[in-house]
C-alpha cells in the first residue's frame, strides 16, 4: 500500500498569538524543534518519500521555512486559504486525486513517534478498514470527540458529548484509503465545515472505520499547552 503523507498547516493560531505567541503556529518550537519539523521529520523516519503540507496565503515566514529547510525527504506546500480543516483535507485531496491511501494529522498535534510507528503498522495491516483513526483515553482537547468502538476497535459512532461512558476521544490522526477519501467532497458538499462532521459521514456512508489507541497525545492551542507537551516529548526523550 502507497501511504501518502500530509500535515495541515493552514490555521493562523489565533489563540497563541492572543497570549502573545508572534511565530507562526507550525514554528513554536517545543523543546527546541518547531512543531511541523518535528512532524516532518517523524514521517520520514517510518518510511515517507515525500511530505505535502498545505499552508494558507498569509504564512510566507511558514513557506520559507519549508522551502529552505533540508528535512531528509521533499516537502510539497499547497496554499489555499480554507475555512476549516475537513476544507484543508479537501484540498489536499483535490489537488491530488491519484492517492491510494494517505495518514494525515494537523501541525498542532503531539505524540510520541513509537506510538505513531505501531499506528501505522496497524493501518498497513488493515485489509478491511476504509478508515484508521487514532485515539486516545488522554481528554485534553477543549472540545473533544467521543469515539464509540467495538472490543476489536471498529468505530460505531462519534459524539462531541460523552453519554454512553465512552473511554476514547479522537486523537486528529487519521488513516484514509481511497473510499475515505471520496467521502471528503460529498461531505463538503452536503454543508460539513468540520473534521468530525466528515467523520460521521464515513460512518453514514457505510465505510469500515477501524481505531487505533495512542497513548498521551497533547493538542497545543494554548501557551500552557506548550509546557504540557514539552513535558510529555521530554519523559518520550524528545521523541
Do not use: W
Given at each position: 500500500m502507497n501511504i501518502e503523507f500530509a500535515i495541515i498547516a493552514a490555521g493562523e493560531g489565533a489563540r497563541l498569538k492572543e497570549e502573545g505567541i508572534s511565530l507562526p503556529k507550525p514554528m513554536v518550537p517545543l523543546c527546541?524543534?518547531?512543531?511541523?519539523?518535528?512532524?516532518?521529520?517523524?514521517?520520514?523516519?517510518?518510511?515517507?518519500?515525500?511530505?505535502?503540507?498545505?499552508?494558507?496565503?498569509?504564512?510566507?515566514?511558514l513557506a520559507d521555512f519549508l522551502h529552505t529547510t533540508a528535512f531528509g525527504v521533499p516537502?510539497?506546500?499547497?496554499?489555499?486559504?480554507?475555512?476549516?480543516?475537513l476544507h484543508s483535507l479537501y484540498a489536499l485531496t483535490r489537488f491530488n486525486p491519484a492517492w491510494e491511501s494517505c495518514v494525515l494529522t494537523t501541525t498542532d498535534t503531539i505524540f510520541s513517534e513509537s506510538d505513531f510507528e505501531m499506528y501505522l503498522q496497524g493501518f498497513k495491516d488493515s485489509k478491511s478498514c476504509d478508515a484508521y483513526m487514532g485515539v486516545t483515553d488522554f481528554v485534553d482537547d477543549e472540545s473533544p470527540l467521543f469515539v464509540k468502538v467495538s472490543d476489536t476497535m471498529e468505530v460505531s459512532g462519534f459524539y462531541?458529548?460523552?453519554?454512553?461512558?465512552?473511554?476514547?476521544?479522537?486523537a486528529?490522526?487519521?488513516?484514509?484509503?481511497?473510499?475515505?477519501?471520496?467521502?471528503?467532497?460529498k461531505s463538503v458538499a452536503q454543508g460539513d465545515s468540520r473534521m468530525r462532521n466528515y467523520q460521521r459521514s464515513?460512518?453514514?456512508?457505510?465505510?469500515?472505520?477501524?481505531?487505533?489507541l495512542f497513548g498521551k497525545v497533547v493538542d497545543v492551542d494554548h501557551i500552557a499547552d506548550i509546557t504540557t507537551a514539552e513535558a510529555f516529548l521530554m519523559l518520550n526523550n524528545g521523541k
Open positions: 527546541g524543534t518547531p512543531m511541523i519539523e518535528r512532524l516532518i521529520r517523524i514521517f520520514a523516519n517510518q518510511g515517507a518519500t515525500q511530505v505535502h503540507v498545505l499552508i494558507n496565503s498569509k504564512s510566507q515566514e516537502v510539497y506546500t499547497t496554499i489555499e486559504d480554507t475555512p476549516s480543516s462531541d458529548r460523552n453519554e454512553g461512558a465512552l473511554s476514547y476521544v479522537s486528529g490522526i487519521y488513516g484514509l484509503k481511497r473510499k475515505a477519501m471520496d467521502c471528503v467532497e464515513l460512518i453514514d456512508n457505510g465505510l469500515n472505520v477501524e481505531a487505533h
